[in-house]
C-alpha cells in the first residue's frame, strides 16, 4: 500500500477534544446543548448508531434524550412527538434515525423538525441554505468527509473533485461543500457515460454509490485522495466499501478505510450540530 491511510477515528477523537472545550465555555454562560434522538422500530443497525449518539452525548457533556417508538407507530403520532420536541426547550437538536419503517412518510417527518433544530441538515429549508451559502449546519457525512480532507493537508481550492452519487444526503451536498471550497466539481451516477474517463480525472473522489467495491484502481488518478462513503457487506459477509481499498490504495495518494474512516465523523459532526444549535 502506497497510500496515506486517512484514519476517521482519529480525526474525530481530535474534533471532539475541541468539542468538549466547546461544551464547557457554554457551561460556564449556564449552557447545556440537548439532543433528541428518535428511533422507530428494531432495526439492529440502527440501534447501535441510537446507542453511540448517546455515548457521544455523554463523552461531551450534551443532555440527550432517546425516544424509542415502536414499528407500529403512526404518522400522526411520529408527528406529535416531533412537534413536541420542537417546543421544548431544553433541546436544541433534533434526530429522527433513519431508515424509518415503510409506512411511515420520511420526508413530511424531516419537514417537521423546526429547521432550528434540524442538526441532520436534511430539511428543504437547510438544504436551499446550503447552496446558497449562508448556513447554520451541514449534513454530518459531508461535513465529516471536508473535515477528512482537511485533515490531509490537500487544498480543495482549484482541484478536479469528482462526486460518484447524487443522492440528497450525501452527493448533492457534498459537491456543494468542495464547490464552497473552490473545486472544480463534477457529480456522477449510474447513467454516467465512461465513469472511468471521468473518476480518473479527480484529485479528490468521493464515492458514495452503495456498491461493494465498485471503484477499481484503473479508475483512479495516481496520487488521488479517495474519501469512501460506502458500507456494504462483502462475498465473506465482511464490511467493506465502495472502493476496493486493497487496489486502490496501491494507486491512490491518500484514502480512507471502511470501517474507519468516514463513519466515525459522522456522529462527531452531530455533536458539532448540536453545539451550535445552542449557541442560537
Ligand atoms: N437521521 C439520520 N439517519 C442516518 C444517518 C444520519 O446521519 N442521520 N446516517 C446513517 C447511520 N449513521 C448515523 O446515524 C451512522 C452510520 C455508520 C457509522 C459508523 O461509525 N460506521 C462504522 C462502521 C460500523 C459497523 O461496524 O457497522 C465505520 O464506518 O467505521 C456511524 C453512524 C443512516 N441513518
Ligand atoms: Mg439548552
Redesign the pocket.
Known amino acids: 500500500m502506497q497510500a496515506k491511510l486517512i484514519d476517521?477515528k482519529a480525526v474525530s477523537a481530535a474534533l471532539r477534544e475541541q468539542l468538549k472545550e466547546e461544551v464547557a465555555a457554554l457551561a460556564e454562560d449556564g449552557i447545556t446543548p440537548g439532543l433528541a434522538v428518535v428511533i422507530v422500530g428494531d432495526d439492529p443497525?440502527s440501534k447501535v448508531?441510537v446507542r453511540?449518539k448517546k455515548k457521544a452525548c455523554e463523552e461531551l457533556g450534551l443532555h440527550s434524550e432517546e425516544y424509542a417508538l415502536p414499528a407500529e407507530t403512526t404518522q400522526e403520532e411520529l408527528l406529535a412527538l416531533v412537534d413536541k420536541l420542537n417546543k421544548k426547550p431544553d433541546i436544541d437538536g433534533i434526530?429522527?434515525?433513519?431508515p424509518l419503517p415503510a409506512h411511515l412518510d420520511e420526508k413530511a417527518v424531516i419537514e417537521a423538525i423546526s429547521p432550528d433544530k434540524d442538526v441532520?441538515a436534511f430539511s428543504a429549508v437547510n438544504v436551499g441554505k446550503i447552496m446558497i451559502g449562508d448556513y447554520k449546519f451541514l449534513p454530518?457525512?459531508p461535513a465529516g468527509i471536508m473535515e477528512l480532507i482537511k485533515s490531509t493537508g490537500i487544498e480543495v481550492k482549484g482541484r478536479e473533485c469528482v462526486v460518484v452519487g447524487r443522492s440528497n444526503i450525501v452527493g448533492k451536498p457534498m459537491a456543494m461543500l468542495l464547490l464552497h471550497q473552490h473545486g472544480t466539481v463534477t457529480i456522477c451516477h449510474s447513467r454516467t457515460a465512461d465513469l472511468p474517463s471521468v473518476t480518473r480525472r479527480a484529485d479528490i473522489l468521493v464515492v458514495a454509490v452503495g456498491r461493494a467495491k465498485f471503484v477499481t484502481a484503473d479508475m483512479v488518478k495516481p496520487g488521488a485522495v479517495v474519501i469512501d462513503v460506502g458500507?456494504n457487506r462483502d462475498e465473506n459477509g465482511k464490511?467493506c466499501g465502495d472502493v476496493d481499498f486493497a487496489e486502490v490504495a496501491e494507486v491512490a495518494g491518500a484514502i480512507t478505510p471502511?470501517?474507519?474512516?468516514?463513519?466515525?465523523m459522522?456522529?462527531t459532526m452531530l455533536m458539532r450540530n448540536t453545539i451550535t444549535a445552542a449557541k442560537k
Open positions: 476517521g443497525a448508531y453511540n434526530l429522527v434515525q433513519l441532520d454530518c457525512t458500507m464490511l471502511v470501517p474507519g474512516g468516514v463513519g466515525p459522522t456522529i
